[in-house]
């Protein structure tokens, strides 16, 4: 009798402890939301994305200084920049105070490809490309996943490369002239050959 009221004993203590994880979380506050009826980001539920949550990327392109830093980290190559160089007088500061290095006529991702892996973020040295809290962002068309972030426009290119085209020809004359001037007093300063008969033994 003993033996079987052990067992009984047993068998209700295995259940317990068997059930001890799921008898805490009974009474635990929820960590989850039910989504989409209730949106995570909701002010008045209080609930926050998690730490490190790895969403929708933004560049602020008044920050980018187009140095490739992200596009060289991404593991599937889907970001592509392209840039122009800076005239010497025609490059205002970016938006947090630092020198302009380069134009950035175009900025690409392609969220299509991005795996969210993140890695594109650290190497900025700017901070210009972050992860924002952007999640519900699925198309029905892969098309509307190929973002641009570019903002100048198709004038201001057309201005800054021509801009950049005078200012190298213009540069490469000066440096014409230098390179002429330097090589006339080269030739002014050296020995000049003496002059004598030519004598030719027979
Ligand atoms: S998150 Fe990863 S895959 Fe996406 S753009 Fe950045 S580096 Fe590339
Ligand atoms: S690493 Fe930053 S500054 Fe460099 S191209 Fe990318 S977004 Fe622009």
């Not at 929820?30 to 926050?48: F, I, M, R, W």
Request: aromatic share 8%; charged share 25%; with cysteine.
């Amino acid at each position: 009798m003993k033996k079987y009221i052990n067992n009984i004993w047993l068998g209700i203590y295995t259940v317990l402890v068997g059930m001890k994880i799921t008898i805490i979380h009974l009474f635990a506050k929820n960590v989850t939301v039910q989504y989409p009826n209730k949106h995570p980001l909701e002010k008045a539920s209080g609930d926050k994305m998690p730490m490190n949550a790895r969403n929708r990327i933004f560049v602020d392109m008044d920050l980018c200084n187009g140095c490739n830093g992200c596009a060289r980290a991404c593991p599937v190559n889907c970001i592509t920049v392209q840039t122009l160089k800076v005239v010497p007088g025609d490059a205002p500061p970016l938006k947090n105070g630092e020198k302009r290095g380069l134009w950035v006529p175009s900025y690409t991702l392609d969220f299509a490809k991005c795996c969210f892996c993140g890695l594109c973020i650290d190497p900025c040295p700017t901070e210009a490309i972050k992860m924002t809290t952007e999640f519900e962002y699925s198309a029905y068309d892969r098309k509307d996943l190929f973002y641009k972030f570019s903002t100048m426009t198709d004038e201001e290119i057309q201005q800054k490369k021509e801009l950049l085209a005078n200012f190298q020809a213009e540069k490469a004359k000066k440096e014409a002239e230098a390179k002429k001037a330097a090589d006339a007093a080269k030739a002014a300063e050296a020995p000049k050959p003496e002059t004598g008969e030519l004598k030719i033994d027979n």
